[in-house]
């Protein structure tokens, strides 16, 4: 059974940081690149940050580049997302998925290619 299982979300003052955790079972992690995405109520789930299968490519959003930073240790089957400078905007419910692919070609940041997806974690920054 695949499970992908986010945490770390939690109320932060805008200017704070988070560390998003995904913690992965049930699939081969190092042969899937993954990513994150975010979720408003009412608006279209929007993709974050992507990272290859060995985490040498990382790619971002430009609303979060310079502010997030992706990694992954396939050790230990876990996905980070360490959030700096938050901002209200920020606010969402932030998502793991996986997609399987391996190699130099498998960024994606079409959400519907991807195979497996996590329940969420909450962020919400506010003052």
């Known amino acids: 059974q695949v499970q992908l299982v986010e945490s770390g979300g939690e109320l932060v003052q805008p200017g704070g940081s988070l560390r998003l955790s995904c913690k992965v079972s049930?699939?081969?992690?190092?042969?899937?690149?993954m990513s994150w995405a975010r979720r408003v109520p009412g608006k279209a789930t929007e993709w974050v940050s992507g990272?290859?299968?060995?985490?040498?490519?990382?790619r971002y959003h430009v609303y979060v580049k310079g502010r997030f930073t992706a990694s992954r240790d396939n050790a230990e089957n876990t996905l980070y997302l360490q959030m700096n400078n938050l901002k209200p905007e920020d606010t969402a419910r932030y998502y793991c998925?996986?997609?399987?692919?391996?190699?130099?070609?498998?960024?994606?940041?079409?959400?519907?290619?991807?195979?497996?997806w996590g329940q969420g974690t909450q962020v919400t920054v506010s003052s």
């Open positions: 990272i290859d299968t060995d985490g040498g490519d990382i």
């Open positions: 998925a996986a997609l399987k692919c391996s190699g130099p070609e498998c960024h994606d940041t079409e959400l519907d290619d991807y195979d497996y």
């Open positions: 049930g699939l081969p992690f190092s042969s899937y690149y």
